[in-house]
Each structure stands twice: as structure tokens, then as C-alpha cells.
């Protein structure tokens, strides 16, 4: 991976709290939350990730102009230096997350390699964005394969370091940001990152970055021929991996796959509870709740895979479903495991299927060879955030 330093855009002090202004990734914000953000502050991040022109009118170019504004208003400023930005999760529980924002170069699957099959979304919408600004809002999360490297690097840098801005998010996480700009620690960086790199969050936003490069012929080694991006060593210690649970809209009975599989009941009451329960089971496991009877836990005897693949390799084909079943909606994803728990127990949804979750070396053992993990596989937490520092396509790099 080729990781560059850049010539961050910020905001100012004339804007107010920086770390108020900051928001989550725009496909975690529905309309409903956009209209909340607009509300916040004439100034809130969402307006340019989420625009909404004034009278119906273009909303990309409301954002390009926009942003050019607060820019000559002062509300935003340039670094006069390229730089890259460490990136510190202080954890809730306890502990932290260490990460960089740079700007990664556009890569084919062989150096930056996605890990999971997309679902179709609007890539439309969010290369016209692009097209209209030339501005690179929100960034990637990358997985470095540096050996642990860049979390003495970026340990090192902090320790004694003023942040840029403070974040706190909606699960009281802080997202604090901090700038080296020294040419020597940049190399240092770039030598850590220099291997292979894997996409943990951003699929859509990082085949935006190479679509609008592509079809434009950009030229490698600028700003447009890159993605922002946040790296983190696969190997950082505080690095968690969330599962995004299934559910059907009809039943299901195991029994007919005819893989064998031992069964443990499960007498809780929470989903919260039924997922900690697979997560300790015997692994690959999965939990089971059909509409009418008790919720129990299969461990399955004899499989190396994954739980999640487990699911959509062999359990979903032996019940006569077909691939296209995890991306036309019979597939429901549900990251919250009590949402799911009363949907089903409303009989809302007939089956629920709670995930373990997987471990760091169990996700990079899975796409070494470059093998794709069905949808909504993994679920990176916390995710990071927009608005802190960002850049556009006149940027110097390094």
C-alpha cells in the first residue's frame, strides 16, 4: 500500500467546537437523522456528506458550493504543510484504538483487497458528490498487515502531542485527532504500511474513489488518484469485531440440511444474552430462534469455516435457498442482537440467526488468498468518523 501525507482541511476555531461538528459515516445517517444534523449547527459536517439544496435545487453542487464558502469564510482552514494525521480511539470500556489518516493510492485487489461481497447501493449518489466537489469527505478503514508497527509509531507521536480536535460519538467513544508533519516520521509511516492492506469498512466509498479516477485518467501519485483513508494495524490489541445477525421472514428447520450439528438450549431472555452464549459455544456456531419454539445454539462438528460462512455456504443452499438470497432482501441483517430478539419474538421475523463473532486472525486468515466473505460479514467497532480531517484534490501529497 502506498500511504501519503496530505494537506488536511479542518475545521477552525470561527466554527465553533470542532468536535461538535463531526458525524457519524453518511450511511449510518437516514433522512430522518439528516434532518437532525442539519438542525444541529449551520455548520454540522452532515450538510456537505448529506446535502439538501435550498428549493430543490442540485444537491452536489449546494455541497461544492458550500464548502468553497466556508473555505473562504474562514470556517475551514488548509494545512500549509502535508502531513498525516494519527488517530486515536480512546475506547468507552477502557483501553484505545490507534490508526493514521492519510491518503491511500488506489490499488487492485492484490495490495488493497476488499474482503466482503457489496450489496447494491447508490454509488450514483456519492460519485456525483464527488464529481461536484473534488473533495474527499469521509474516509475508508483499512487493516495494515505492518507487524504491529504503526502502533509504536503512532504511541510514540502521541504521547506527548496536542490533539487537533476531540470527538466523543453516540456509544461515548472519543475520536481524538493529532498532526506529524516531519518528513522522516512520514517515511517511517510509509515503510510500516508498505505491505498488503485489506478494506474493513468502506467497500462502496473506496470503488467510488476508483471509478471517478478511472474514468477520468487520473494520474497516480495525487490527491484524486487516492482515498482517505483511516490504517490500523491488523495486529493493534484493541481491534473488535462485531457480528451483523440474520434473520428469515419464513421458517426454517436445520434438521433437513442434514449437517451434523449438536444442540445446547438457551434460556435467557435477551438477545444480548443469546449472542454472548454463541459467541462462547463451541465453535462454528450459530444461534437459532424459530418463531414458536425455544431459541437454541448448534455447534457444528467437523467445520473449519467461519460461522458466517458456515451459513451461506452450506446451511442456506441445503434449504433450497439460492446465492442471490443474501443480496434481494430475503436475507434481513440485524446488527443489534435485541432488535432482532423481539422482532422475532413479535413474530415479525420467523427465524433469527445470531453470528459469533471472529477474531482479528481469523479475518485475515479468511482472505489471504483473496477469497470474498458473503455480506455483511464483519462489523468493525467503533466505526470512524467524518469531519475531523479531510481533503480535497488540490492537495499537495507526500
Known amino acids: 500500500m502506498r500511504l501519503f501525507a496530505f494537506e488536511g482541511i479542518h475545521y477552525t476555531p ?38 439538501l439544496a435550498p428549493e430543490g435545487g442540485d444537491p452536489y453542487r449546494f455541497a461544492a458550493a458550500l464548502h468553497h464558502k466556508w473555505l473562504e469564510e474562514g470556517i475551514l482552514a488548509r494545512d500549509g504543510r502535508p502531513a498525516l494525521y494519527p488517530y486515536v480511539i480512546e475506547l468507552a470500556g477502557g483501553g484505545r484504538r490507534l490508526g493514521v489518516l492519510g491518503l491511500a493510492g488506489l490499488e487492485d485487489a492484490s495490495v488493497i483487497r476488499p474482503h466482503e461481497q457489496t450489496l447494491d447501493k447508490p454509488l450514483a449518489d456519492r460519485l456525483a458528490l464527488l464529481s461536484a466537489m473534488h473533495v474527499d469527505l ?10 504491529g508497527r504503526l502502533d509504536a509509531l503512532i504511541a510514540e507521536d502521541v504521547a506527548h502531542a496536542t490533539p487537533l480536535v476531540r470527538h466523543r460519538d453516540a456509544d461515548g467513544h472519543f475520536h481524538v ?6 518528513p522522516e516520521r512520514i517515511r517511517l509511516y510509509q515503510q510500516a504500511t508498505s505491505g498488503p492492506a485489506a478494506i474493513a469498512d468502506g467497500h462502496h466509498r473506496y470503488k467510488v474513489a476508483q471509478k471517478f479516477a478511472g474514468e477520468r485518467g487520473i494520474r497516480p501519485g495525487t490527491a484524486a488518484s487516492a482515498k482517505l483513508a483511516v490504517v490500523t494495524s491488523i495486529a493493534a490489541p484493541a481491534l473488535a469485531i462485531e457480528p451483523i445477525h440474520r434473520a428469515l421472514r419464513e421458517d426454517i428447520d436445520l434438521d ?75 436475507v434481513v441483517y440485524r446488527s443489534n442482537p435485541d432488535e432482532l430478539w423481539q422482532q422475532v419474538a413479535s413474530g415479525e421475523l420467523k427465524t433469527g440467526i445470531w453470528l459469533p463473532p471472529m477474531l482479528p486472525a481469523e479475518f485475515s486468515a479468511a482472505i489471504a488468498d483473496g477469497q470474498m466473505l458473503p455480506p455483511k460479514s464483519t462489523r468493525f467497532m467503533p466505526k470512524v468518523m467524518s469531519g475531523l480531517v479531510w481533503a480535497d484534490h488540490d492537495s499537495r501529497v507526500l
Open 177 to 182: 485527532i493529532y498532526r506529524v508533519d516531519d
Open 138 to 147: 469521509e474516509p475508508v478503514f483499512l487493516l495494515s498487515e505492518d507487524g
Open 14 to 51: 470561527k466554527a465553533g467546537d470542532a468536535g461538535l461538528l463531526a458525524a457519524p459515516p453518511y450511511d449510518q445517517i437516514n433522512e430522518a437523522a439528516r434532518d437532525r444534523f442539519h438542525a444541529q449547527d449551520a455548520h454540522q459536517f452532515v450538510h456537505l456528506t448529506r446535502p
Open 256 to 330: 433437513r440440511t442434514g449437517i451434523p450439528s449438536s444442540t445446547t438450549p438457551f434460556t435467557g431472555s435477551s438477545g444480548t444474552e443469546f449472542a454472548d452464549a454463541v459467541a462462547a459455544a463451541r465453535q462454528p456456531a450459530l444461534g437459532i430462534w424459530r418463531a414458536g419454539c425455544d431459541p437454541e445454539i448448534r455447534s457444528f462438528e467437523g467445520e473449519s469455516m467461519l460461522g458466517v460462512e458456515l451459513l451461506h455456504e452450506k446451511v442456506l443452499p441445503a434449504l433450497g435457498y439460492s446465492p442471490d438470497a443474501a443480496t434481494d432482501d430475503t
